[in-house]
């Protein structure tokens, strides 16, 4: 199969799991196929109670994903930095810890090496207070280490992989059969509408009627899906002409549309293509093209890591010391976690002492503490 039309297969197979989640596993294989890895995972990791939720995963044994969140996620060097990326950058093992100190830490001896690892490629979808969620390819000696053309082919994905967690997470609808579809849709706050090829709206549930009959976003006049602003009915036609195509190019340029209503409001849009695999039976039911689904803009904020880094204007280096310290004790267990000596983890905090005004590991523990329990809104 050309490579372009294995991108496309694969770029529906991600849109089909935004419905049917049962797809995922099959999604990270053709992903490993396409990238080049041995495993691949869909998880989220809080950065505070150190623990993992795999979302879902293919590749390595389940022993080894069960021994992640029940030993490795708590000294896994990757975090809390990873809390400090940007979400929809495509980042490998170099962008987040030194090579050099990734094989001195208990983390690759224990789990990485005995898989055969290489380096990793991925991104992070999504953060919040404490926590991320994770998309990421394990590589091993057939693959290499991740060059240009795995962080260009995995660009054409992360976006449409974000989109189709996040709708996922929007609509919850998982397997649901044709005869309770419209009551599913009519249960969601979310806005929801199906529409044809040429815009027309097929269908709508409650939400998206009166958000539509506002008349403060979309024209409420008419049957054509059109949003009032020209700029965002200038960029909903593109993402619309986009999506339906399933081009890569439609996520790279963006994930969400932002729409503001002329009451203030801020919402997001986000387009779903349909008619592929699983999402056959919308197309069947109503004839619809794609989806869209409007919800309003939550207030963005920085997550705990990422407070603490400027509040007090610590380097990565200083933050990965300080949430060691926090987890596994002082410096001597600190430092193969780290993959580091215990001379350099005891100048980090020399340096983390000064910063923030503290004097013992105690303060630091409070002080993280009381960041933790009062998030900035």
Same mark, same amino acid.
């Given at each position: ?33 396409? *990238? ?18 795999? *979302? ?8 080894? !994903?069960?021994? +992640? ?5 708590? @000294?896994?060097?990757? %975090? ?15 962008? @987040? ?31 919040? !207070? ?27 994905? $992360? ?7 996040? @709708? ?8 649901? *059969? ?14 929801? +509408? ?29 049957? *054509? ?31 969400? @549309? ?12 986000? $387009? ?27 207030? !963005? ?21 300080? %949430? ?54």
């Amino acid at each position: 199969m050309p490579e372009s039309e294995y991108l496309s297969a694969v770029i529906g197979e991600i849109y089909d799991a935004a419905i049917d989640p049962s797809r995922w596993p099959s999604v990270l294989e053709q992903v490993c196929g396409f *990238v080049g890895g041995f495993a691949a995972s869909l998880f989220i990791h809080d950065a505070v109670t150190k623990e993992a939720n795999f *979302v879902c995963q293919w590749g390595a044994t389940p022993e080894s !994903w069960e021994a +992640y969140t029940s030993e490795y996620v708590k @000294i896994n060097p990757a %975090f809390p930095t990873l809390l400090l990326k940007e979400t929809g950058t495509v980042l490998a093992n170099v962008d @987040i810890v030194p090579e050099n100190k990734l094989r001195l830490t208990r983390f690759y001896k224990e789990w990485l090496q005995p898989q055969g690892f290489v380096d990793t490629i991925g991104a992070v979808l999504e953060k919040s !207070w404490t926590s991320c969620s994770i998309f990421a390819v394990l590589r091993g000696a057939e693959h290499g280490i991740v060059d240009e053309s795995a962080r260009q082919r995995m660009a054409l994905l $992360i976006p449409h992989i974000q989109r189709a967690v996040l @709708i996922g997470k929007t609509i919850e609808l998982k397997n649901v *059969v044709n005869e309770d579809f419209a009551l599913t849709l009519n249960a969601l706050s979310t806005a929801v +509408y199906l529409l044809s090829e040429s815009r027309e709206i097929l269908h709508t549930n409650s939400s998206g009627a009166a958000l539509r009959n506002a008349d403060t976003i979309l024209i409420a006049a008419g049957n *054509v899906f059109q949003a009032r602003d020209p700029i965002h009915e200038g960029q909903l036609r593109t993402m619309i002409s986009d999506a339906s195509a399933y081009t890569a190019s439609a996520g790279r340029k963006t994930m969400a @549309i932002e729409l503001s209503a002329t009451d203030g409001e801020r919402y997001f849009a986000h $387009i779903l293509p349909l008619g592929l695999g699983t999402q056959g039976w919308v197309r069947s039911c109503h004839g619809a093209a794609f989806a869209v689904f409007i919800h309003q803009a939550a207030l !963005w904020r920085p997550t705990l890591v990422e407070c603490v880094a400027e509040r007090f204007q610590l380097t990565p280096a200083q933050i990965r010391v300080l %949430f060691a310290l926090l987890e596994v004790g002082g410096a001597a267990e600190a430092a193969p976690v780290l993959g580091i000596s215990k001379d350099t983890v005891k100048s980090h905090l020399k340096h983390i002492f000064r910063k923030t005004g503290t004097k013992s590991q105690a303060d630091l523990v409070k002080l993280v503490a009381e960041f933790a329990s009062t998030p900035i809104l």
